[in-house]
């Protein structure tokens, strides 16, 4: 997906005559169902034109070129990507970031980042340099074209600064930044000339169309799948195999894009230079399902470890940790905890505490584990140097669950914690679809977005089905054909304890001739192999014959997800509102609470956003069903 794509002479006319933004706004539009910014369109207006008056002086007219191209399964966008051959007739991709800063300064710590103004106001944004060579990689690793065959595309990538000169010491040339200048160069307003001769070097033999058309046309590298390939990264980091994510980029590592390394960058810095003050620190990392919350949080664990520093991973969620704990051998236990581990800790005997879902920390401690009387988050505060909190505050999906961000700012900031906070926005989830994750919340009422409607993405299906067995034939047919996927449901049926006189689950998920056992209850022993424990429905191959519920499907994803609408939600037509049905509900921790439609409501946004590549369901209610549907426009193109 991209705002335009065309030859150079056409990109070139277009910039002269004034009218690129006009046509790239309007194609926002058709793509987003709403406008850019004003700053949006007035940075292409300028950046682009300066662009391609360095194109037109050096006569590349016969070159392709994308702008606002999407990286695959994300909801980042690249500047511009220049496409051609070069003097050998080698096929290549000039990937170029735009940047209209004028100054930065250095950040409080030894990081990949700056602080310049940006959006009205001093931010953190990465190096330029950084940023652009992580673009590089996440596309060179994703889209087939650039590794694949006897003749892949090469890429390469620099950035623009057109209103940037350097000053005497600035930061942009600063020692630490030099391994990432020396191959992702960056271009001031004094060095038109480098940037022509940058680009001209690799594209100018054009034939640009015909290698555009090549990288429009690749195949997307199958979605890499979270606990298996982080997992085997942090075992080689463990045992001394690999080197640090932020030193040298191992194989296999997950490339973090902007905001992500921003956040990781944030806590190693802290780490190395803050640990050996009486200062404690608080990271608050706010972002919804999809946006690498869990990602930055496991590439972090295996870093500060492979450091030799005393760092936790903990969850709320027993089916990720225990899954975690399984993958990554016996051993693994000592690293990743429960929020309910640390009644006992001593003060600050942990360096740093990686909390995922925090959200989920509950009020107090308790069983099975001691509690010291104190709030849940005080214990978890008093036990690390530094705390880092991943967090969705639409993610609560059960009673005495009351981690927020403001809840656990307050508290980390009366335990003389100096507190950071970050924002998450990009999409890795979904087919990278950001619209997708936005019309969810619009649908559910969970907060007020600009998608009313959805429309079909090339990397991202929304299909309602007919039936329960039509959407379990779906999902059972893409495992067949090698994806993960699950069929998951509100949790609107009983949940037997016991096996059948079969040693087989009960079938308790029945809907008309359609029945199907939830996933193994917690504890429960006995069963015929093959049948996965609880914690292990998501990762297990046998998952595929039961239903899982919220509890064992957060925090996972899958190729394809499957769900099932039950009756416990549901949409009034003549209200326009949501309406929650308790009678309809069958989970203890949620039916008797006073916030019973905000938790059910959490819950069905969980379940709809496990998917990478489609999101497959059935509604029970038909009026749900109809209200769903009237929201979707089809889209012809796709």
């Known amino acids: ?70 990286l695959p399964l994300s909801g980042k966008r690249i500047d511009v990507v220049i496409c051609g051959k070069d003097e050998t007739q080698k096929k290549n991709a000039v990937i170029i970031e735009l940047k209209q800063w004028d100054k930065c300064i250095f950040t409080d710590y030894d990081s990949d980042y700056v602080v310049t103004w940006v959006g009205g106001g001093n931010r953190p944004v990465l190096h330029p340099s950084v940023q652009v060579g992580n673009y590089m990689y996440y596309l060179q690793d994703n889209s087939t074209v650039f590794y694949e065959g006897e003749d892949p595309v090469t890429l390469s990538a620099c950035s623009y600064l057109h209103n940037y000169t350097y000053v005497k010491d600035d930061v942009l040339i600063d020692a630490r930044f030099q391994q990432a200048l020396t191959r992702f160069p960056i271009y001031t307003s004094e060095d038109r000339t480098g940037l022509s001769n940058f680009i001209t070097s690799k594209v100018k033999q054009g034939d640009g169309m015909e290698v555009l058309a090549e990288i429009e046309e690749s195949r997307l590298r199958p979605s890499k799948k979270l606990l298996k390939q982080v997992s085997t990264v942090i075992k080689q980091k463990l045992k001394g195999e690999l080197k640090l994510f932020g030193r040298a980029r191992a194989q296999g590592d997950y490339i973090l894009l902007d905001e992500q390394l921003i956040v990781y960058d944030a806590v190693m810095s802290i780490v190395q230079k803050g640990l050996e003050h009486q200062q404690k620190h608080a990271i608050i990392v706010k ?72 959200h989920r920390i509950r009020e107090k401690t308790g ?20 705390s880092v909190f991943l967090i969705d505050d639409y993610q609560v999906v059960r009673k ?6 403001a809840f656990i700012k307050e508290h980390a900031e009366a335990a003389g914690c100096k507190v950071y906070e970050y924002d998450l926005q990009a999409q890795f989830r979904n087919g990278g679809s950001e619209r997708y994750s936005d019309w969810i919340d619009h649908m559910l009422k969970i907060r007020n977005t600009a998608h009313a409607e959805w429309i079909d993405e090339p990397n991202f299906k929304f299909v309602i089905m007919e039936s329960p067995e039509a959407l379990e034939a779906a999902i059972r047919a893409k495992v067949a054909e090698g994806y993960t996927a699950r069929v998951s449901a509100g949790f609107c049926w009983p ?33 015929r192999k093959g049948i996965p424990k609880s914690q292990y429905w998501a990762y297990d191959e046998g998952g595929i014959d039961q239903v899982g519920c919220v509890y064992t499907a957060q925090g996972f994803e899958f190729d ?40 059910v409501k959490n ?31 089809k889209n012809n193109k796709v």
């Open 1 to 70: 997906m991209r705002l335009y794509a065309g030859s150079s002479a056409n990109f070139i006319a277009l910039n002269v005559n004034n009218q690129i933004a006009d046509l790239l706004k309007q194609e926002f539009f058709k793509q987003f169902s709403f406008y850019p910014s004003q700053n949006e369109v007035m940075s292409w207006r300028n950046s682009l034109f300066r662009l391609s008056d360095i194109m037109e002086r050096a006569g590349l007219t016969d070159q392709g070129i994308m702008v606002e191209y999407k």
């Open 287 to 358: 972002g919804g399902a999809g946006t690498g919350k869990s990602v930055i949080g496991l590439q972090l664990l295996a870093d500060l470890t492979a450091s030799g520093l005393n760092a936790h991973y903990a969850t709320g969620s027993k089916a990720f940790t225990e899954t975690l704990r399984k993958i990554l051998g016996a051993n693994s236990s000592s690293l990743l905890k429960y929020f309910m581990s640390y009644g006992e800790a001593k003060s600050n005997e942990i360096d740093v505490l990686l909390m995922d879902e925090a």
């Open 367 to 386: 069983y099975p584990f001691k509690s010291t009387g104190k709030l849940q988050v005080h214990d978890l505060l008093n036990a690390a140097k530094v």
């Open 400 to 405: 005495g669950e009351i981690g927020s961000a």
């Open 495 to 527: 949940w037997s304890k016991q096996l059948d006189e079969n040693k087989e689950l009960v079938n308790d998920v029945a809907i008309g001739d359609y029945i199907r056992p939830w996933n193994a209850p917690e504890g429960l022993t006995g069963m």
């Open 560 to 599: 394809y997800s499957g769900v099932i609408f039950g009756k416990d939600l549901r949409y009034n037509p003549d209200t326009a509102e949501w309406e929650g049905f308790p009678e309809h509900s069958y989970d203890g921790q949620v039916k008797g609470s006073r916030d019973f439609l905000q938790l």
């Open 603 to 633: 819950t069905y946004r969980v379940l709809l956003g496990r998917g990478m590549n489609a999101c497959y369901v059935y509604f029970m209610d038909k009026e749900t069903e109809r209200y769903f549907r009237s929201r979707i426009r």
